[in-house]
């Protein structure tokens, strides 16, 4: 934080945030300068300025207490927050705004990040006196979202902000976040006005194939090429300049001339930039995309590229691209951080949008979801992706969308490597794709292996409606694609249920079971009765027509009897048609082999699951967050490189966050490990203490029943282990129970990581685990998720296992997880469940040290 970040406003203008310097003295003063008589006294409660003038000297000085943020706009300071902490639990709040930026929600902004900031710093209530007149103040902080209290006295309002973050909170920024995104793309993705900047009278340049393409597609805004070298291009007046107030321009000019364009651009008061130009981060100028990227944002410019194709948007005839073929209009908005994966798409799909991203500078897949969130010309969000900027937020994001349109996602770099040394259980499992698998599926984004898998789910998605159910029903004219199709289903977790008598009705020779074989003969008319019969029962969810060509009446009058049978229908209907991929009468999506048709089918009726599922409401435990940040400081002051803490020092921090291990007494020699067994109760269990995986080199020893036995396991355990063992614990032998290992990780990037699965020294060997990203709403589900579930519940007449404890304890560690970031790794294993509980046994804990991370809820443009 200490460099600042950027954010957006209501209206889609961009800000600079920083904490206050001492060399912002003059700035605050003209700031002061700058402000109303009224903004003056509504904030220091005095007439005049100097009051006013006073203050700013004292918080520029070195005997300045409190903590403030600034905001910056077109190399302006325009707003100071600050808040002092008291010697209590409570903090002094206020505030003062340029009087030019009222009304563009810079003022709210700025509270929401002192808010979080004090609950960061520990500080548990603000507070504020507030002129009863002041009423915009007044509505602002009732708008947070967060809890207010307030008394009036004499004249003024005493207002008291719990600083701990909500589900309120939550909400409104949310929802202000996602106001100011649509505005900052609104004049980018829907101009009123386009340049193109490079705009060549050479036909093979790019310049003049995306003026071509503007102007072959249609828009209907005015259209300014821009070449200070020519008079017309493509029958157009040229300009030798950006002329002012243009909405986009796109930059089609050498990487040399683009900041200088730039430039010129942001004089001329232009919303967005597409900049098509290559030479940039990709070719290892990551100093000149950054300088590119500051001079956009310090005008309040997006940025789209650099290094991309262009965008589409056909709700407006919108081609601002250099794409060879012009895009065909549908419900489908596509976004490709791949130039080549994106014109393919757009070769095969009916696109709403397309924007290519290139080097992602600025305009991500983040602020797209935001955009085609509400976009009514969108039924269906396609994005390929090679990286993630903001994974922590596009989870967020994606999880608010995906409750609305589906979320298609290809990412690639499934196979790489974990980005650290890990030892535990847990984080072995956890590679950084098991991340991305975690992030997106709480999230309710489709997930895909393949650019085709994305096409085929897509076309299903955007021509269909949502599947009631898993419910198939298979009918064409050839038994072995049928029987494809079938065990396709099978495998897919699809039903493929048995018909009733007499449906559909039958013919001489016909299969009249599922799949419904109609046989080589039939004709065109009969397999359309066919589906109208299908469509119109109960028993079925969905209805896959499976012909092979040429036989029956030919592909053709097939291919609209099919059509015809589905028309009007509100039941999904999807076809294999073998060896063709098309869509049949602009809404039947078909697909050129059986289990291509199912893939895509499992995907839908996947998400159309997810979407019926309530989403439980989301507690967050009650936990000790001041007392763990202590221990974990304590520890790395001792250990700056990181450790795996003692096992009495994880057993404090799991306290912390409700998490009881099982008594243990650590011991030092075969003496004080028979009198920590006699303490503990026999029969007891002796663990090696040190960096190895005790299963591993023997140093568990289970049913110890006398103190003698425990002396004697113990010598031969410090025998076998020898230096790398530094003493062990004793524990009570507990009852039996179901053994579970949960944990967790925390990755730089994606942040925490928690898991459940089977436990033990089964649990690398059988890898049954779950992952969630933290917080967790649906922990019963998740472990309902193992294929051991099963023994949870009461298996071959055991009695159930306590699921609500251990579901607890999985909510519990994702909060320690959240608090905590320099806990790399969590492993509680086992965990033994049983009727009457959840009570892990045994603790590793690994800490590091780690930069501090913005709040999840910080609205900043990464």
């Known amino acids: 934080m200490a460099e600042g970040y950027d954010v957006l406003l209501r209206d889609g203008g961009i800000a600079h945030v920083r904490p206050l310097r001492p060399g912002d003295r003059a700035a605050l003063h003209e700031l002061v300068d700058r402000s109303s008589e009224r903004s003056a006294y509504l904030r220091f409660f005095t007439g005049g300025r100097n009051t006013a003038h006073a203050y700013m000297d004292r918080v520029t000085s070195d005997k300045y207490r409190g903590h403030a943020l600034v905001a910056v706009m077109h190399e302006r300071l325009v707003a100071v927050a600050e808040y002092i902490p008291m010697d209590d639990d409570r903090a002094d709040l206020a505030i003062l705004i340029d009087d030019a930026v009222h009304g563009h929600g810079l003022g709210t902004l700025l509270l ?14 603000l507070v504020a006196e507030v ?120 930059i089609a000019v050498p990487a040399a001339h683009v900041l200088e364009v730039a430039r010129d651009c942001a004089k001329a008061g232009v919303a967005g930039l597409v900049v098509l130009s290559s030479g940039f981060a990709e070719a290892g100028q990551h100093g000149a995309e950054a300088e590119l990227l500051q001079v956009c944002r310090s005008a309040g410019m997006r940025l789209i590229g650099p290094n991309c194709l262009g965008v589409v948007n056909t709700a407006v005839r919108l081609n601002a691209s250099f794409l060879p073929h012009p895009p065909v209009r549908g419900r489908i908005a596509l976004m490709s951080q791949s130039g080549a994966v994106g014109a393919a798409l757009l070769d095969r799909l009916e696109v709403s949008a397309f924007v290519s991203v290139g080097n992602k500078a600025d305009v991500s897949g983040n602020d797209l979801l935001e955009y085609w969130e509400d ?8 994005l390929y992706l090679e990286s993630f900027g903001n994974p922590r937020k596009f989870a967020r994001i994606a999880r608010r969308v995906t409750a609305r349109k589906p979320v298609l996602l290809v990412k690639s770099g499934r196979s790489g490597a974990g980005d650290r040394a890990v030892r535990s259980h847990t984080a072995a499992a956890a590679t950084p794709d098991v991340a991305v698998d975690a992030l997106v599926r709480a999230a309710g984004v489709i997930r895909l292996d393949s650019v085709h898998d994305l096409m085929d789910t897509a076309k299903l998605l955007a021509s269909q409606p949502l599947p009631r159910g898993r419910r198939v029903a298979i009918v064409g004219n050839s038994g072995g694609p049928e029987a494809m199709a079938a065990d396709a289903c099978e495998c897919r977790g699809l039903t493929v249920p048995e018909l009733p008598p007499g449906l559909p009705a039958a013919r001489p020779g016909a299969a009249m079971t599922n799949p419904v074989d109609l046989t080589a003969d039939a004709s065109a008319a009969e397999i359309g009765a066919a589906l109208k019969a299908l469509i119109a029962s109960p028993h079925v969810d969905v209805i896959l027509a499976v012909y092979t060509p040429p036989f029956g009446s030919g592909l053709e009058e097939t291919r609209q009897a099919i059509a015809e049978a589905a028309m009007g229908a509100d039941k999904t209907v999807l076809a294999c048609v073998v060896g063709h991929d098309d869509l049949i009468g602009g809404r039947i999506p078909a697909y050129a082999f059986p289990e291509q048709a199912v893939e895509a089918l499992a995907h839908v009726v996947g998400y159309a699951e997810g979407r019926r599922r309530p989403v439980p409401p989301l507690v967050l435990p009650v936990a000790d967050d001041r007392t763990a940040r202590e221990i974990v400081q304590a520890e790395l002051a001792a250990h700056p490189d990181g450790n795996w803490l003692s096992p009495a020092t994880a057993a404090r921090l799991l306290s912390c966050y409700g998490v009881p291990l099982v008594e243990s007494i650590q011991v030092g020699g075969p003496q004080s490990a028979a009198e920590a067994a006699r303490k503990v109760g026999l029969p007891v269990v002796l663990k090696a203490v040190g960096p190895v995986h005790k299963s591993d080199v023997g140093g568990v020893r289970l049913g110890l029943r006398t103190e003698e036995e425990v002396r004697r396991a113990y010598g031969e355990m410090s025998g076998r282990i020898g230096e790398d063992m530094s003493g062990a614990i004793v524990q ?32 690398d060997l059988l890898a049954d685990r779950v992952f969630r990203v933290p917080p967790i709403a649906d922990a019963a589900a998740m472990i309902d998720e193992m294929r051991c579930a099963p023994l949870l519940h009461g298996y071959r007449g055991s009695p159930p296992a306590d699921i609500d404890a251990l579901a607890g304890l999985l909510v519990r560690i994702g909060r320690l997880l959240e608090d905590l970031p320099q806990v790399a790794e969590l492993d509680l294993n086992p965990v033994m469940v049983t009727p009457g509980g959840a009570t892990p046994v045994d603790a590793r804990i690994r800490v590091v040290p780690c930069e501090p991370r913005p709040s999840p809820l910080l609205r900043r443009l990464r």
């Open 375 to 382: 976009d009514d010309g969108t039924d269906v969000i396609a």
């Open 732 to 763: 009570p032998m507990l009852a039996g129970g179901v053994e579970i290992i949960a944990g967790g990780v925390n990755y730089p990037a994606f942040g925490p990581l928690v898991m459940v699965g089977m436990g033990g020294v089964t649990a």
């Open 112 to 125: 929401e990040h002192v808010a979080l900031d004090a609950a960061g710093h520990g500080v548990r209530e």
């Open 131 to 250: 002129l009863a007149e002041n009423r915009p103040m007044i509505r602002v902080l009732h708008d947070l979202g967060l809890p207010v209290g307030q008394r009036f006295e004499d004249g003024t309002l005493h207002v008291a902000i719990t600083a701990e973050p909500t589900a309120g909170l939550r909400e409104g920024i949310e929802a202000r976040d996602h106001e100011a995104e649509r505005a900052s793309l609104a004049r980018v993705l829907a101009p009123r006005s386009v340049a193109v900047i490079g705009a060549s009278r050479d036909e093979r340049a790019v310049g003049h194939k995306v003026l071509r393409n503007l102007l072959d597609g249609g828009f209907a805004g005015p259209i300014h090429p821009v070449n200070p070298n020519a008079t017309e291009v493509a029958g157009l007046t040229c300009r030798p300049g950006v002329p002012a107030g243009v909405d986009l321009a796109v």
